[in-house]
């Protein structure tokens, strides 16, 4: 079908690309597919005709994105989702399936999309879209949604450091002294090396295998005083001076020679609750200092404080089974970064302060004593976060 066989037909307004939730996938925040245009463009054409039915293979990614497309477009309805095992048939490992909808003037309008396990399979979940973001377990969020973020933030999600020099930069440290992935032994103030955790260090609750030199304070750091500060850093800094010009990311373009990421204030602060954002499962560590303020790689993601009873408040937050559900909910599996800022930063967390008194000493005399939240605390927190944040009623959660 071309549009010229479309002519003087109205085919109502046409998809606006500009206009809708899913940018995000043209700037960065997500993986926009030529699939995606493509099935856009055809949406254009027929939904002001009667009912068609299409079927489609693509991946996953495509669906999340073409839901956020057409939240705003009448007349689509009817997703299905089916999973195939596209490495067998396709050689490909990538997440794909067969995607059924419905478009056209007598389709009624529904934003979500069942899931089945495979064709002619188990239906497995229901991805949907609220308020111009995507849920992907209906049942889990309808449980939780008082839990999403309606209101500015009170704390903000920070990545770890970023330096695209590991074999250099990340450092161990032995009996034997200090040497870098090489093998080379490293002679560095101690007074600027930091523990590192990796992000399978938090995942799996390890102590830090690494130490990093943080010698910069912030983005705007030019470092010219780094050489009187820390000189045998700045030898070793120099002395592989080439690996760090040779850094492909453009991030890096404009800064300082050895300039690094995902650094400011809060990396230097004492206390950080830390999430591994690669793994399926949302599990959060408290970092304490020993005796230097632990950091994390940019693979995961922190809050940080200076004030320890703050630092367990928030760590008690994180861990409730009903934040686990709700961050369950609210991410994709087959996301490479599932627990992503864009994720965390949709959970409520009420400021400290907001906390009642003897709930905040339960928590914080909890921890001291049992290295854990018992049952009973968590069920108290959880009332309160529900009188804090009030549920959202049924009818606003998904299109009819």
């Not at 295998?209 to 943080?214: A, D, E, G, N």
């Not at 760590?315 to 709700?326: G, N, Q, W």
């Not at 968590?378 to 976060?385: A, I, P, R, V």
Request: aromatic residues 12%.
């Amino acid at each position: 079908m071309t549009n010229a066989g479309l002519g003087g037909v109205n085919t109502g307004p046409k998809v606006n690309l500009k206009t809708l939730p899913g940018l995000d996938a043209l700037t960065g925040k997500g993986n926009f597919d030529i699939a995606e245009n493509i099935i856009l463009h055809f949406v254009n054409l027929i939904r002001g005709f009667r009912s068609t039915h299409l079927a489609l293979l693509v991946k996953w990614t495509v669906v999340r994105n073409l839901l956020l497309f057409l939240d705003q477009v009448t007349n689509a309805g009817d997703f299905q989702y089916y999973r195939v095992d596209a490495m067998r048939w396709f050689g490909a490992a990538v997440d794909a399936g067969l995607l059924t909808f419905k478009v056209g003037a007598d389709v009624v309008t529904r934003h979500s999309c069942t899931v089945f396990d495979a064709i002619g399979g188990q239906q497995v979940g229901e991805v949907g879209v609220v308020d111009d973001r995507l849920v992907y377990d209906t049942a889990s969020y309808q449980r939780t949604a008082f839990l999403e973020r309606r209101s500015p933030p009170v704390y903000i999600w920070r990545q770890g450091i970023k330096h695209d020099l590991r074999d250099r930069f990340e450092l161990i440290p032995s009996v034997n002294g200090l040497h870098n992935r090489h093998g080379e032994n490293v002679d560095i103030e101690p007074e600027v090396l930091y523990p590192l955790y990796k992000g399978s260090d938090l995942f799996n609750g390890r102590a830090a295998r690494f130490v990093v030199p943080l010698y910069q304070r912030d983005l705007q750091d030019q470092l010219q005083n780094l050489p009187q500060r820390s000189p045998k850093l700045w030898a070793y800094l120099e002395e592989h001076a080439d690996e760090f010009r040779q850094r492909r990311s453009r991030i890096y373009r404009g800064r300082p020679q050895f300039a690094i990421f995902g650094i400011g204030a809060y990396t230097y602060r004492q206390y950080k609750i830390a999430i591994a954002s690669f793994y399926s499962e949302p599990v959060f560590r408290l970092q304490e200092p020993s005796p230097l303020p632990a950091v994390t790689d940019d693979t995961c993601y922190l809050l940080a404080t200076d004030d320890y009873a703050e630092a367990v408040f928030l760590l008690a937050m994180l861990t409730l089974p009903v934040a686990k559900e709700f961050l369950l909910a609210i991410s994709s599996p087959g996301s490479k970064r599932r627990f992503s800022k864009e994720v965390l930063s949709r959970l409520t967390i009420p400021p400290f302060s907001a906390c009642p008194q003897s709930l905040r000493s339960l928590i914080v005399d909890s921890w001291r004593v049992d290295r854990a939240f018992s049952a009973s605390l968590q069920s108290e927190l959880t009332t309160w976060l529900e009188t804090y944040s009030p549920a959202v009623t049924q009818d606003r959660l998904f299109s009819a």
